[in-house]
Nanobody, 124 residues
Framework: QVQLVESGGGLVQAGGSLSVSCAAS????????MGWFRQAPGKQREFVAR????????YYADSVKGRFTISRDYAKNTVYLHMNSLKHEDTAVYYC?????????????????WGQGTQVTVSS
């Protein structure tokens, strides 16, 4: 089964940019649909973005559409979330997740494998 490790989180000013990475091992990112979720203190984990296996179709939460981009690098077996025009409300722990489905999945319980998360803090 695939193991996922996030990295690249940190502190950034509002309006700035940051990219987080999700390195996969034990499986190829090309074999899975990959998603990014985030969880702020006291809040439920929420969907951010998804990229489907095979087609590479992408899907975004309305709150990040036009600001965030999900991408993948087969050679590095890594999925990225590029974040622009960051807002204070983007502050959260960001998690990557994987599943085998081609469906558009936005609920955490539908994903089978998870990373440990990386903290993104946006100062206002």
């Amino acid at each position: 089964q695939v193991q996922l490790v996030e990295s690249g989180g940190g502190l950034v000013q509002a309006g700035g940019s940051l990219s987080v990475s999700c390195a996969a091992s034990g499986g190829a990112v090309s074999s899975y649909s990959m998603g990014w979720f985030r969880q702020a203190p006291g809040k439920q984990r929420e969907f951010v973005a998804r990229i489907s296996k095979i087609t590479g179709s992408t899907y975004y939460a309305d709150s990040v559409k036009g600001r965030f981009t999900i991408s993948r690098d087969y050679a590095k077996n890594t999925v990225y979330l590029h974040m622009n025009s960051l807002k204070h409300e983007d502050t959260a722990v960001y998690y990557c997740a994987a599943d085998n489905s081609m469906e558009v999945r936005t609920t955490p319980m539908t994903y089978d494998w998870w990373g440990q998360g990386t903290q993104v803090t946006v100062s206002s």
